[in-house]
């Protein structure tokens, strides 16, 4: 099966995960003790005009089977709830979500690509005292919980150091534009998207490490050798681009864990993004926030996943021309 | 009769003489050493609370708020002049039922689907796969944190949800060891002589595919931890409880004056943490010894 | 073409080349020597685990290194001793001086690289060529191998193409910049029968037209009749018998020898039994005393068993056996 067949098969078996996912989604909301009602719009609401109009957009009166394929619509149609607050529960995760995405996807560039550097030379100097202290560090950052490393970064830089701003992404009572705005942000950045990224790096580093190990073992290096390429041409043109392949799969589905410890590292700093806003609908028990969170967020673990899994047929030539 | 007692002594001499090979293997790696015994050490602490801490965790003593770290309060005070040391000692109780028992719940959960799938193949594999893998596409906190919020955070609750949420890969493992163990030859020599399909399973192969269920229970226990110390950290752990977590969602407003508070409960996590993973790896090398050359 | 005497390319002195394991010291190349002469083909023969591959691969200074070493020797091309040189400097031989061609065409191959990118390699590392012009390179090059529709095959990825054709890959990878030694390891033990007898000819037809001596390693004899000019018996790591090539086949001295070739003539003459050479290639490890080959040899004497023989010339051969006494 060559590239666009296999790109259609990905896409439509992404499909019934998504039903599921909104079955599921359905599930929890009509499995809570109480009136489903109050998933959809929050508690306490005493409006009962708002109520019942609520109550007849989502069907609620209906059979179940009817109401799901209603909540279904609905979704479909970025209809999500309306928040305790008063805003449509889409609109406020869509204000957020840039902010998200900034931390997150700095992080893992971050974590990709020192991890990356560290895996490699880890696998050239192997058992080397490098390589140890590589290793070792690998397996205790793994083991930090992401928030308490946030809170021993702050300490440290922004708090004894000073180097850095402990909160937010902006900085308060300044109002910047244009470059200076940028650079402010980006320096608010650091800390967060290091905290965030450094669990990354950490399986980045002992993935790379064990895949070059074994990609170094395999027959084709030996040729290259032979040619007489110099060893970084080895390394980096032969073994390194094909230790990366199955690397790229597992960068992909760890979206689900990156939007985790973004929740957590955006507690610690307070940064304003899905995941605080996430914590704020918790303690507020603002559930069609809630809800809609999960939603939009089980959806983009599966987007992520299938977009990785193309991404990767699309590397692989041995996928691709079939 | 005589036989089968015999058989039954050779059955248990090999097994004994396969664990101290095991435990051979597993006392060369230094790292796997220390983190037994740290893990070893907590248990303890946990397990003596009441004996360790010098003060009740939730003790409010309102003269002595924000100690640093003194004789009185060895790790400090915080805001309501309750002991750090005290909550710390109390905390490990928390992680580690948790930790354990999450860890359990998943291993039991998943061994019974792997193995249903492993063993039965066909549609039912197709089936059971295809739930798993919707399992594991769902991130395992979200849930976590939705889940608590809706259904109630006590312990048990927890326990659980977190044994809920890990089985997938457990359930994997078994199933990709029953796949490859099913077609071998001493399955076909037990079903020659006549053994049940119990038998076999519970006989055979099991005893084969424990092996790296364990090494994954025991990373799935320091994987349990930190998930809810997460939730602990965000306000949605068992507020009856005192534990890390929340030691460090109390700490956070007050970084800048009262570092203690962050540093000791965090660093017992990463430590216990650490210590687990170090045993899941030791535990790795001790079952697939490899070889090594100069 | 004319073989000028004395013209020597390549010198290989008491080489030993070690395996350090767990199990013990593996000595794979234990005390070999060979010379290499201008425009010749030679061969190397023995079972697997004989030591011929380590050997090549001692010469191209690529032994695996962990756990591999190559203790002693020395290895003369051109004047100097390869052993000697920096790893800089061997780099610049390997693939344009001496170049190598490998057995497994699957496995030997970059599964991610384009054909042409990896011909284009080895020319744009070693010529100072560009990438374009060591394009065109190539395709001269895979005209030379013999493969059909050049540009369509330099433009596919290795799985794209049929074993025949990767293994026409990888020997104009190996005479792409023109080298002086060419070894080939098993050039066609991995390949159909049918298309073995297509390389063959194909290494026949370059042995004519390329100015590049051999080094042609194999356990398949039939090969060393049709191509090459002299032949090392290889076995356990030591040569064990050296002539050229007609003498090896008319008049095989040591039994090893005589062994394999009744076991191949037994094929072909369709005799009643196959022959076939008791026993196994010994553990390397604990090898067995005396004459490495003795276990097996019809005609094991007590010194055999005692003392390991030294490489002899009787008459135009070489041969490492107490049957032959000095004379």
């Avoid at chain 1, 869509?94 to 974590?111: D, K, S, V, W």
């Avoid at chain 1, 990709?112 to 490098?130: C, E, M, N, P, Y």
């Avoid at chain 1, 681009?241 to 700093?269: C, D, K, W, Y």
């Avoid at chain 3, 063959?200 to 009749?225: N, P, Q, W, Y």
Wanted: proline share 5%.
């Amino acid at each position: 099966m060559n590239l666009r067949s296999y790109v259609a098969k990905r896409f439509l078996q992404a499909i019934p995960t998504i039903f599921v996912i909104l079955a599921l989604n359905f599930a929890i909301i009509h499995s809570v003790p109480g009136d489903p009602i109050i998933m959809l719009i929050g508690e306490f609401q005493t409006d009962e005009a708002y109520v019942q109009m609520m109550r007849a957009r989502f069907g609620l009166d209906k059979p179940l089977h009817e109401q799901f394929l209603i909540y279904m619509l609905n979704v479909l149609q970025g209809d999500l709830g309306v928040s305790v607050s008063g805003k449509p529960v889409i609109l406020a995760i869509a204000e957020r979500i840039p902010n998200t995405l900034l931390l997150m996807l700095t992080g893992m560039c971050f974590g990709v690509v020192f991890g990356i550097l560290a895996g490699v030379v880890s696998s050239k100097k192997v058992h080397s005292i490098i390589d140890n202290v590589i290793t070792v560090g690998g397996i205790m950052v793994y083991s930090m919980p992401t928030f308490w490393l946030a809170q021993m970064l702050v300490l440290l830089f922004a708090i004894n150091l000073r180097w850095l701003p402990s909160v937010g992404m902006t900085s308060l009572r300044v109002e910047l534009t244009g470059i200076d705005y940028i650079l402010d942000v980006a320096k608010h950045l650091i800390l967060p998207s290091i905290a965030l990224g450094v669990g990354q790096l950490a399986l980045m580093m002992r993935l790379t490490r064990s895949s070059m190990l074994r990609v170094m073992r395999e027959d084709y290096i030996t040729t290259a050798k032979a040619k007489g390429l110099s060893e970084n041409a080895v390394i980096y043109k032969h073994t390194l681009r094909n230790a990366m392949l199955p690397l790229v799969t597992v960068i992909g589905h760890q979206a689900g864990f990156m939007l985790s410890g973004a929740v957590l590292t955006e507690a610690v700093f307070s940064w304003p993004g899905m995941g605080r806003l996430l914590t704020q609908a918790l303690s507020m028990r603002d559930y069609p926030v809630i809800m809609g969170i999960l939603l939009v967020v089980s959806v983009t673990v599966v987007l992520a996943n299938l977009i990785t899994d193309i991404l990767y047929a699309f590397l692989d030539p041995r996928v691709k021309y079939q | 009769m005589n036989r089968s007692i015999q058989a039954n002594k050779c059955k248990v001499d090999s097994k004994f003489k396969r664990f101290s090979e095991f435990w051979r293997r597993y006392r060369k790696n230094r790292p796997a050493i220390i983190g037994l015994i740290i893990v070893a050490f907590f248990t303890t602490v946990a397990l003596f609370a009441p004996q360790i801490a010098p003060y009740d965790p939730f003790h409010i003593a309102v003269a002595q708020v924000f100690e640093s770290p003194n004789s009185m309060f060895p790790m400090g005070s915080d805001a309501l002049g309750r002991d750090v040391f005290s909550g710390v000692v109390y905390g490990a109780r928390v992680s580690l039922l948790i930790g354990f028992s999450a860890a359990l719940t998943s291993a039991i959960i998943g061994i019974i689907i792997g193995s249903v799938a492993g063993y039965l193949g066909g549609v039912m594999d197709a089936l059971l796969m295809r739930i798993t893998e919707i399992f594991q596409t769902i991130p395992a906190f979200f849930m976590a944190l939705v889940l608590v919020t809706l259904f109630g955070s006590s312990v048990w609750n927890v326990i659980i949800l977190l044994g809920l949420l890990s089985w997938p890969r457990t359930a994997r493992l078994i199933r990709a060891e029953f796949l490859s163990l099913k077609e071998r030859e001493f399955v076909e020599a037990s079903r020659a002589v006549g053994a049940s399909s119990a038998e076999i399973i519970f006989g055979e192969i099991m005893p084969n595919a424990l092996a790296p269920v364990i090494v994954d229970a025991s990373m799935e226990v320091g994987r349990a931890i930190l998930i809810e110390a997460g939730l602990s950290f965000l306000g949605l752990g068992d507020l009856n409880q005192i534990s890390w977590g929340m030691m460090l969602n109390n700490a956070q407003p007050y970084l800048r004056t009262a570092w203690w508070l962050a540093v000791f409960p965090g660093a017992c996590i990463f430590i216990l943490v650490l210590s687990l993973n170090l045993v899941g790896d030791g535990l790795n090398d001790a079952f697939n010894p490899r070889l090594k050359e100069r | 073409m004319v073989t000028t005497t004395n013209a020597q390319l390549l010198s290989v002195q008491d080489l030993k080349t070690y395996f350090y394991t767990s199990y013990g010291i593996v000595k794979a190349v234990d005390g070999v020597s060979l010379e290499i002469n201008k425009g010749e083909v030679v061969g190397i023969v023995g079972e697997s685990g004989s030591g011929k591959s380590i050997t090549a691969l001692s010469i191209m200074r690529l032994v695996p290194s962990p756990p591999g070493k190559i203790v002693q020797g020395k290895i003369f091309y051109k004047g100097s001793d390869i052993l000697s040189l920096s790893e800089k400097e061997m780099v610049s031989i390997r693939g344009k001086e001496i170049s190598m061609v490998f057995q497994d065409p699957l496995t030997f191959l970059n599964p991610v690289l384009k054909v042409e990118d990896q011909i284009a390699e080895a020319i744009t590392t070693h010529q100072g060529k560009t990438k374009n012009e060591a394009k065109k390179e190539v395709i001269e090059v895979l005209k030379m191998v013999r493969i059909p529709s050049p540009s369509e095959v330099a433009k596919s990825y290795p799985h794209q193409l049929s074993g025949g054709m990767r293994q026409r890959v990888l020997i104009a990878i190996a005479i792409s910049c023109n080298p002086s030694i060419l070894i080939a390891d098993e050039p066609t033990t991995a390949l159909d029968v049918t298309i073995q007898a297509q390389i063959l000819e194909l290494i026949k037809e370059l042995r004519k037209e390329l100015d590049t001596s051999m080094i042609l390693i194999t356990h398949d004899l039939g090969i060393v009749a049709e191509v090459c000019d002299r032949v090392y018996v290889m076995y356990a790591g030591k040569i064990v018998e050296h002539a050229d090539v007609y003498r090896i086949f008319e008049d095989p001295l040591h039994p090893y020898t005589s062994g394999l070739l009744r076991s191949a003539l037994s094929i072909d003459q369709f005799s009643k039994e196959l022959y076939t050479l008791e026993g196994n290639v010994p553990n390397l490890v604990n090898p067995p005393s005396g004459c490495l080959f003795h276990p097996r040899c019809a005609y094991a004497k007590e010194i055999c068993r005692e003392k390991s023989p030294v490489l002899q010339i009787k008459g135009e051969h070489t041969v490492a056996c107490w049957l032959y006494k000095e004379t």
